[in-house]
């Protein structure tokens, strides 16, 4: 159980353009997903935190225009990055927590490598 | 994480046992994990320890709580090169959001 499903695992995309990145969970429900990015042989920063039907809250220094984030289900967020430049390329991750069961902790999706060429 | 320490590299040989350490200065940390990531990859939880209890042992894994020195370990017994990878020691605040060491790359050698 608590299983997180991200989507692509693998994008490379244009400067300019913008890229949506879903996450899902596919076995429980999840009022709460944390989107995170991570750097070459570095941690996780928290950039956002995504709750189900309102605003996300956004980490101090990260641009909440630049990086939309979408949770309009129990089950679905999605990361939108828009007009992506270079520097936005990284691993992102994003995690959920199931509601009811605290032995599930937080569940992390498979993360998805974006290159901006 | 400047909130979680881990030192960052542990070279181990296969069959030794691994002890990989954290500390953390928050004091209302209510849960302690640790979370495994191989190349490529997202994160695995591999255990979790509540803030009431010392010691947590599941199958190799064993997890030492030292609350007065805020100090985490994990103990990796019988290592495998399958154990080969990053390990991420994180705490969160009553259930909320998680901060993360900067993780520790186990090396496990022939």
């Known amino acids: 159980g608590a299983v997180v499903s991200q989507h692509p695992s693998r994008v490379i995309c244009k400067s300019g353009t913008s890229v949506k990145i879903e996450c899902r969970s596919l076995?429980?429900?999840?009022?709460?997903m944390f989107w995170y990015r991570q750097f070459p042989k570095q941690s996780l920063m928290l950039m956002a935190t995504s709750n189900e039907g309102s605003k996300a809250t956004y980490e101090q220094g990260v641009e909440k225009d630049k990086f939309l984030i979408n949770h309009a289900s129990l089950t679905l967020s999605t990361l939108t990055v828009t007009s992506a430049h270079p520097e936005d390329s990284s691993f992102y991750i994003c995690s959920a927590k199931a509601n009811s069961n605290l032995n599930y902790g937080y569940t992390f999706g498979s993360g998805t490598r974006l290159t901006v060429v | 994480g400047e909130d979680v320490e881990q030192s960052l590299f542990l070279s181990v040989r296969e069959g030794d046992s691994s002890v990989i350490n954290c500390t953390y200065t928050?004091?209302?940390?209510?849960?302690l994990y640790w979370y495994k990531q191989e190349p490529g990859a997202g994160l695995q939880l591999l255990t979790y320890i509540f803030s009431n209890m010392d010691m947590k042992q599941d199958q190799r894994l064993t997890v030492l709580l030292n609350k007065k020195d805020k100090h985490l370990s994990l103990r990796i017994a019988d290592t495998q090169t399958g154990d080969s990878a990053i390990y991420f020691c994180?705490?969160?605040?009553?259930?909320?959001?998680?901060?993360f060491g900067a993780g520790t790359t186990v090396t496990v050698r022939a």
């Open positions: 994180a705490e969160s605040m009553n259930d909320y959001k998680l901060s």
């Open positions: 928050d004091s209302s940390s209510t849960y």
């Open positions: 076995d429980f429900q999840a009022t709460t």
